[in-house]
């Protein structure tokens, strides 16, 4: 597509070419679109004689549709331009790798590498100082060049991951985008095309539930309302008619009744499209500007960075790195966008006053628990590396100069800083490995692995998180039809003529009256975009297209060998006199015409017992009409529509009224009046089997503890006896059923207001909800979100797929739409798009979010063992023999292990069966349970033992030359060698171990199954090999003979015999091992701080713990993450994801998930709700966690979203903390 990324520049010239060729330029007819309501009617009267001679000058018929032959399509894009918003240009690679640079860590490392190297080539006079041969001093550049090596690594892998992040989320995005399709006329023949398709002249058939994917003049239309609030902010619904309104704008919601426009304009001529340009999304000369204006904005973000309001300025987005993406979201969902930004300025009062009433969002449940552990760990790092700093300087200068009692030479100076800067390179690399700066790394593999995975299971993932809080849910509501149940409808039962048929009847068994009236009515009375297709092949069933209910009685007609088409191409759309289409407030359909002697016939047809009501005859055996009484009506109920019920069946009646000529036009506004004295034709009972692998995919869900409801808008018996078929009622469980009217009547207080009490009465019991209305949902979803009742909040996931269920999916924690059946307004409400609508798949999700999150945990347990080993061997190995026994490249290589490629093998676990046989772990579970701190500290007590033995025994054991105390660019020991290897080859074999967290034997169970995780283990091995054997001088490292290789690798082997040890002890022994990791509860939160954070609109776990006060030390050395970057550094081109974070939000997962998201959830409701007025008090938010949600000060995101996404219960995990240990001082006083 980024071939015609001009178009909308290129039209100005063609226009010149080909204008000629239509009675009317592109000026007029953006002109045109400017105008609204009768303007615009006039308009057309004066300039174009009505709708029919615009469609003339542009070459289109309103029957036939456009001729569809390629040369005329292709001359309407050259004239009009194409229906498709170029996006903006992607960064370029050095753009990325300038960025990349800005980390504070690297430029720490870069100028100690520096200072390194130029103090390396000082030769002071006479020879004078501490270095003992020439050799060494020749070697001293080693250490100053091989760090700066690892930045450039860092710096390469880290614009790599950004570029190539980047490049996928286009690919999803068009991936969406070439999803959605829409019906236009050509030829006669009403087909589907991609919406960038369309072009100008096009007759599109519009119908409820439609997003609009260009502007259009309204030819036909049937009761049409338009939701325009995505671009005028009014949130009440526009009729369209053709006496008053014509004007159809692309972006904005088809909410009831159906028809056709000719298109008008599309692309960036449209009036999204405009705005669009407007913001600077179609241009790409704009980006100096915007470059200075980022410049600007960084410095303001340093500031404070309020939590990016979306009314707020549109700039605020302009330095969120997902902006392109968001913006080419909307730009290419064909013109089918959000217009937020728009809305956010003309509606922005309005916007500001609902916002501040909004409850405050949460953050994802594992990304609260992340940030705060990152950094409680970060800052037991920062503590550490700064006491080594300090101990390794004092140990120096009294050691020089007190007790050797040598006197400052001048000369010398150099040496002496020499030391210094080697202590602060040794400082530095303590932080980076305190640090797991691969925590962000590892959520965003594994949610992005997940992802890619879920596509295979029928999940598109719009956004990132919504994967990971599945495996939290623990309430599914799902609708009836089409998920649960196949969606292919047919009759299978009918009540007509006083007789009651338990299949469908042979034709002659009818009277003819009633025929004929029967056909027709289904004829002319279902929607003229619903049609039975002939089957796609041989033998297969007829396809059912458009409204499954009415494919079921045309299919009806059919079975009664008479043919629908036949009547609708006698009487075609345009001569229905008047329709009221179907909508969840009427709960029936009506279509009115006009006899040639002036009186009125109407057809309606609806559910049963509504209808019903308003019968007041019914047509016996003979053809005529009886009256029908409320007693007949409930004879009928008892004998008819209950038994059909209690089948499963669906209950569909047919009515018809004549309004004879003597009393005149009725009033058809006063639906009432209309929609009363019908007369009963007959009764139809659809069948919608269940799918077969439903009541398979509940069973797993209920043992998973998932509690599965059902809210359906079918009357209550077929509710619950399809609810039965699935298994979600089991007999002689003690549930509830009830019908919306009870439903609300229960949960209402007198005045008539809906009360949580008593919302929590029933919710826990309640398994169907049926005769149901979106607000029904919207309130049920709601009430169990924000009840209080049960020990864990719950976490509700919905399912739905009409316009109405918009609401109701932005309210849930995880909404999924259907993608087949589907409309664009609940796609776009929605976090995961079903593409089979089947239920089986939402298990299949909750299996990928549990994955997500012991993934983590995975990547977690084998990352603290590593750091609590690595800080501890430098501090006390500084702290005796003042020199880290790892070298500050050894360390980042480690670091490289542990961070990245570990969380590339641990993330990457395909998810097994096993994973639904626990219980949701629920919002305030630790992440790191009792269990996991048993095995941390377990291994790192093994892992210290063999270290510390083989460090201050080695010489010995082995008998070679120690390599304590050795001077400054000494070259490097076998005995360090030894040290190092034997620490890498431990963690080797204890990423096998951190496999299974919850204590299991077989810790190689299935590692066949991950390819990924098998090759990474083996690629370490031999690099390190390579390292150990050829590393040299910028290793440190000496070749080792074959014995000392096998002795490194007995001694690494022995964690995995030590971890069966460690998984013999019953953790329920351990009192004293404490959880970490939790998420921040609001008692937590102390007044002051909620006070403060009133504008606010994110919590954010690690602001709070920043500003207890080193915000600004923290804005520095957080970002040390980057050191990940060096350790990514050596070698790490061979990890194609490393860094797989933007550079200037390194580590905010959230920001790697705003990409693809349509930003639906920033702007408030988007979707009115459908003509009800209890609607207004809970509009549709999304995601307001916890009850009343921990608030939390956002002011400063630019400490936290670069903060160390990682951490340890504050320092408790540095150590077995026994009272007396070394550590335990340390503790009390941090």
């Not at 037991?380 to 101990?391: C, F, K, Q, R, Y």
């Not at 054997?1029 to 003979?1041: E, R």
């Not at 040390?1120 to 994801?1137: E, K």
Request: glycine share 8%; aromatic share 6%.
């Amino acid at each position: 597509m980024a071939n015609n990324s001009y178009s909308g520049v290129k039209n100005s010239m063609a226009e010149t070419n080909h204008e000629g060729d239509f009675g009317c330029s592109l000026k007029e007819l953006c002109n045109l679109m400017e105008l609204r309501g009768t303007e615009g009617l006039h308009k057309i009267e004066e300039s174009y004689g009505g709708v029919q001679g615009l469609c003339t000058r542009l070459k289109s018929s309103p029957v036939e549709g456009l001729s569809g032959h390629p040369s005329d399509i292709e001359k309407r894009k050259a004239a009009f331009g194409q229906n498709f918003i170029p996006p903006k240009k992607p960064k370029t690679f050095l753009q990325l790798v300038w960025e990349a640079l800005q980390d504070v860590t690297l430029i720490i490392l870069e100028v100690a590498a520096i200072v390194s190297l130029g103090l390396s080539f000082y030769k002071p006079p006479g020879g004078a100082g501490g270095v003992e041969d020439e050799n060494e001093s020749e070697a001293g550049w080693i250490e100053g060049a091989a760090i700066l090596l690892s930045v450039i690594c860092v710096v390469l892998v880290t614009a790599f991951n950004d570029w190539s992040k980047e490049k996928q989320f286009r690919g999803l995005q068009s991936r969406i985008e070439q999803e959605q399709k829409f019906s236009v006329v050509r030829g006669g023949q009403v087909i589907q095309i991609p919406v960038t398709e369309i072009v100008v002249g096009d007759i599109a058939q519009i119908k409820y539930g439609d997003l609009l994917p260009a502007d259009g003049i309204l030819i036909q239309g049937n009761d049409l309302k338009i939701d325009e609030s995505s671009l005028t902010g009014e949130s009440d619904h526009v009729k369209k008619t053709l006496d008053k309104d014509l004007m159809l704008l692309s972006g904005t919601h088809v909410m009831e009744g159906s028809g056709k426009m000719v298109v008008s304009a599309v692309g960036v001529n449209s009036q999204t499209g405009i705005i669009f340009t407007l913001l600077g999304a179609g241009e790409d000369d704009d980006d100096d500007d915007e470059e200075k204006e980022e410049k600007k904005k960084e410095k303001e973000k340093k500031k404070e960075k309020k939590s990016k309001l979306f009314a707020g300025c549109l700039l605020n987005k302009k330095q969120d790195g997902s902006v392109e993406n968001r913006k080419k979201a909307k730009a290419q969902d064909g013109a089918a966008m959000e217009m937020q930004p728009l809305k956010s300025e003309e509606g922005g009062d309005a916007e500001e006053k609902r916002k501040a009433n909004l409850p405050k969002k949460e953050k994802s449940v594992l990304q609260g628990k992340l940030t705060k552990l990152a950094v409680q760990i970060g800052k037991a790092g920062l503590v550490m590396s700064a006491i080594t700093v300090i101990i390794l300087v004092v140990l120096f200068v009294v050691d020089t100069f007190w007790i050797q009692g040598l006197p400052w030479v001048k000369s010398c100076t150099p040496i002496y800083i020499q030391f210094f800067v080697k202590f602060f390179i040794i400082g530095v690399t303590v932080l980076v490995v305190a640090v797991p700066e691969g925590l962000p790394l590892a959520v965003t593999i594994s949610l992005a692995y997940s992802v890619k995975k879920m596509m295979k299971d029928n999940n598109l993932v719009r956004h990132l998180d919504a994967c990971e809080t599945m495996g939290n849910a623990t309430a599914i509501c799902s609708d009836k039809t089409g998920t649960l149940t196949m969606n292919r409808m047919t009759v299978v039962q009918v009540y007509v003529a006083d007789k009651h048929y338990k299949k469908v009847p042979e034709p002659e068994l009818i009277p003819a009256t009633i025929m004929d009236l029967l056909i027709l009515g289904i004829g002319v009375n279902c929607a003229y975009t619903t049609k039975i297709m002939p089957p796609e092949k041989e033998g297969g069933l007829p396809r059912q297209v458009g409204n499954k209910t009415e494919c079921a009685l045309l299919g009806f007609a059919l079975d009664l060998k008479r043919d629908y088409q036949a009547i609708r191409n006698e009487i075609p759309e345009e001569k229905l006199y008047k329709v009221y289409t179907f909508n969840s407030v009427r709960k029936s359909m009506s279509t009115v015409l006009k006899n040639a002697d002036g009186s009125f016939r109407m057809f309606s047809k609806g559910a049963s017992e509504i209808l019903l009501k308003k019968c007041c005859k019914i047509l016996t055996a003979n053809g005529e009409p009886k009256l029908f009484r409320p007693r007949d009506r409930e004879d009928m109920v008892k004998k008819v529509i209950e038994p059909m019920a209690s089948e499963g069946l669906r209950t569909i009646c047919l009515a018809y009224r004549d309004f004879p000529p003597s009393e005149g036009e009725p009033d058809w506004e006063n639906e009432n009046e209309i929609l009363t004295s019908l007369t009963c034709v007959c009764v139809v009972g659809i069948e919608d089997p269940v799918r077969p692998e439903v009541p398979d995919a509940i069973r797993k869900c209920q043992r998973a503890g998932i509690t599965v409801r059902m809210v359906t808008g079918d009357n209550i018996n077929t509710a619950r006896a399809i609810a039965t078929k699935c298994g979600i009622l089991q007999p002689g469980d003690d549930f509830l059923c009830l019908e919306g009217k009870e439903f609300n009547r229960r949960i209402r207080n007198e005045k008539g207001e809906i009360e949580q009490e008593r919302i929590d009465k029933i919710w826990p019991k309640l398994r169907v909800l049926a005769r149901s209305s979106p607000t029904d949902k919207h309130t049920l979803v709601k009430g169990i979100i924000d009840s209080t009742v049960a020990e864990q909040r719950q976490v509700v996931a919905v399912t739905g797929d009409g316009t109405n269920d918009g609401p109701a999916l932005k309210k849930a924690d995880v909404g999924f739409a259907m993608g087949i059946a589907g409309t664009d307004v609940a796609k776009e409400a929605s976090d995961i798009i079903l593409t089979d609508d089947n239920f089986s798949s939402i298990v299949k999700a909750v299996m990928w979010g549990r994955n997500v999150y012991d993934s983590i945990s995975k990547f977690l347990q084998f990352q603290l063992t590593v750091n609590v080993v690595a800080v501890i061997v430098a501090f006390t190995g500084a702290c005796i023999t003042q020199d880290s026994p790892l070298k500050a490249v050894q360390m980042l290589w480690v670091n490289l292990i542990m961070d990245t490629f570990a969380s590339l093998a641990l993330a990457t676990e395909p998810p097994t069966e096993s994973l639904l046989l626990r219980k949701p772990y629920g919002r305030n579970k630790p992440l790191i349970s009792r269990t996991m701190m048993k095995n941390i500290l377990g291994h790192a007590v093994y892992q210290l033992t063999i270290i510390f033995t083989l460090l201050f025994a080695g010489e010995q054991i082995f008998d070679i030359d120690s390599g304590r105390n050795t001077p400054l660019n000494a070259p490097p020991s076998e005995h360090y060698t030894i040290v190092f290897n034997t620490f890498v080859m431990m963690q080797l074999f204890n990423e096998i171990n951190a496999r299974k967290i919850h204590g299991e034997r077989n810790v190689f169970d299935g590692i066949f199954n991950n390819i990924i995780f098998c090759s990474i283990v083996l690629g370490t091995f031999i690099i390190q090999i390579v390292i150990v054997q050829f590393g040299g001088k910028p290793f440190s490292c000496v070749g080792l003979s074959i014995d000392q290789w096998l002795w490194c690798i007995f001694l690494g082997m022995g964690c995995l015999l030590w971890g069966q040890l460690i998984s013999s002890i019953p953790t329920s022994r351990l009192k004293f091992l404490k959880t970490a990791g939790h998420g921040t509860q609001k008692e937590e939160i102390p007044d002051e701080e909620l006070e403060d954070m009133d504008g606010l609109d994110e919590i954010d776990h690690a602001e709070r713990e920043l500003r207890r006060g080193q915000i600004l030390w923290f804005r520095g050395l957080n970002r040390i993450q980057t050191q990940i970057r060096v350790v990514n550094a050596f070698r790490s081109s061979l990890s194609p994801y490393e860094g797989l974070e933007k550079p200037e939000s390194r580590s905010s997962i959230h920001n790697f998930m705003t990409h693809p998201e349509f930003r639906i959830e920033d702007s408030e409701p988007h979707i009115p709700l459908i003509d009800d007025t209890d609607a207004e008090d809970d509009a549709p938010t999304k995601r307001n966690s916890t009850p009343p949600p921990p608030p939390s000060p956002n002011k400063n995101n630019n400490a936290v979203d670069s903060s160390i996404h990682l951490f340890l219960e504050s320092s408790k995990c540095v150590s077995p903390t026994a009272p007396g240990s070394p550590l335990h001082s340390l503790e009390t006083s941090l």
